[in-house]
Every structure is written in structure tokens, then in C-alpha cells.
């Protein structure tokens, strides 16, 4: 059974801050990662999807890498700013029969960044 | 904001009396999904469907059931709820098989089982 992992549960630093939040998982068989974000009381907002034969993605000052061998993937933020707290989630698509696009997801990162 | 939009946005309900939540989507996806958060355990699949009267169990679909007849709503119902069922519920959906297909996300329906 899959298992997703973040590391830390919790990040808190000043504005400016270059950071990079962890997530691992125990299977590499996978068709892709995803990295979400996730604003109090709100749904989730999909940031980045890295497929299983590509090593990292970006999106403006956000950056995803993917390491399936090792089973990691890190996400990295530049420059951080107030705007960005909020709790990210990784998630895997498990590969091996057929793909119906079910997520294995870790349980998050709280990212507060204060002024 | 067109996407995914779940009612109700909240609701309180007794011990072993039924309950159905409702996903309806603008997007015409095929594959819908509905998921369960709590603290500690991160989002857990519950129920998924993968066109209209095609669906699956998830990883904790004990306790319930779900219909979609149309491609826009995907229906969970708790069957009769528990307070073990407590929670905050997201649906979503994808255009899986597409280039970069990506995922949404409701805002979610906080469940309260009493």
C-alpha cells in the first residue's frame, strides 16, 4: 500500500525566505506527483504535476522536483511571501493496472510566512 | 468560480439517520472522486467513478455509497451516519488521459455527525 510522507508537519518563516517542503512515498511505481495548495476552509488548488518520466516542473516562483527511485519529491517556494501560507499537500497516482486517477496524498505542510 | 460545486456547504445531522452530499461539476469530466479529511490521516479516497454508473470503491468506502447517473453530479450518501463520519468531504474530478491533465477541487462539506 502506498504511503505518502511530508516533512515538516509545520514551517514557519519571515517573508523573503527561499524554502523547500519534503514529501517521500514508499512505492515508485507511479504514474505522477502532484503538489497542491490548500487555503483555510477551502478546497484544494493544484500547483504543479510532475509525470513519472519528467524530473521537476515550474510554475513562477514555485519549483517541483521528483526523484521517483528514491521515492521523493521536494517543492521548492523563492521568495516567500505572506500570500503563500496556506497547507500544501503532495499526492501520487499510483501506476500498475489500469490508471482511474485516485491520489494517494501526505497529510501536509502548514506554511505560514510572516511579514 | 465554474468547476465543482458542493452542497451543503455544511450540515449537522443524528446518529443513524441518512445523509447525501452532492457533487455537480461544469467541466465535463468523466472521472470524479470523493474523499474524506481529517487531522492526522490527510485526505483518504472514499468512493471514485469513472463515467456515468461506472464506480469503485476507494480506500474507506465502509459505511457508503454513491450514484452518479450524469456526467455533471456525483452523489456520496452515508448511509446511516456515524459519528466516526464526522468530517470535512471534498469531491473532484479530472479530464484523466488528457495532456497535463490537472485536478478539481471542491471547497468541501463540513459533515458534523452528532
Known amino acids: 500500500k502506498q504511503e505518502v510522507t511530508q516533512i515538516p508537519a509545520a514551517l514557519s518563516v519571515p517573508e523573503g525566505e527561499n524554502l523547500v517542503l519534503n514529501c517521500s512515498f514508499t512505492?515508485?511505481?507511479?504514474?505522477?506527483l502532484q503538489w497542491f495548495r490548500q487555503d483555510p476552509g477551502k478546497g484544494l488548488t493544484s500547483l504543479l504535476l510532475?509525470?513519472?518520466?519528467?524530473r521537476e516542473q515550474t510554475s513562477g516562483r514555485l519549483n517541483a522536483s521528483l526523484d521517483k527511485s528514491s521515492g521523493r519529491s521536494t517543492l521548492y517556494i523563492a521568495a516567500s511571501q505572506p500570500g503563500d501560507s496556506a497547507t500544501y499537500l503532495c499526492?501520487?497516482?499510483?501506476?500498475?493496472?489500469?490508471?482511474?486517477?485516485?491520489?494517494?496524498f501526505g497529510q501536509g505542510t502548514i506554511l505560514t510566512v510572516h511579514p | 468560480d465554474a468547476g465543482i460545486t458542493q452542497s451543503p456547504r455544511h450540515k449537522v445531522t443524528e446518529t443513524g439517520t441518512p445523509v447525501t452530499l452532492r457533487c455537480h461539476q461544469t467541466?465535463?469530466?468523466?472521472?470524479m472522486y470523493w474523499y474524506r479529511q481529517d487531522p492526522g490521516h490527510g485526505l483518504r479516497l472514499i468512493h471514485y467513478?469513472?463515467?456515468?454508473?461506472?464506480?469503485d470503491k476507494g480506500e474507506v468506502s465502509d459505511g457508503y455509497s454513491v450514484s452518479r447517473s450524469k456526467t455533471e453530479d456525483f452523489l456520496l450518501t452515508l448511509e446511516s451516519a456515524t459519528s466516526s463520519q464526522t468530517s470535512v468531504y471534498f469531491c473532484?474530478?479530472?479530464?484523466?488521459?488528457?495532456?497535463?491533465?490537472?485536478?478539481?477541487f471542491g471547497s468541501g462539506t463540513r459533515l458534523t455527525v452528532v
Open positions: 499526492a501520487v497516482e499510483d501506476a500498475g493496472g489500469t490508471s482511474y486517477g485516485k491520489l494517494t
Open positions: 510532475i509525470q513519472s518520466s519528467q
Open positions: 467513478s469513472y463515467g456515468v454508473k461506472d464506480t
Open positions: 473532484a474530478a479530472t479530464a484523466l488521459g488528457t495532456a497535463n491533465y490537472g485536478y478539481t
Open positions: 512505492d515508485s511505481a507511479i504514474y505522477n
Open positions: 467541466e465535463n469530466h468523466r472521472y
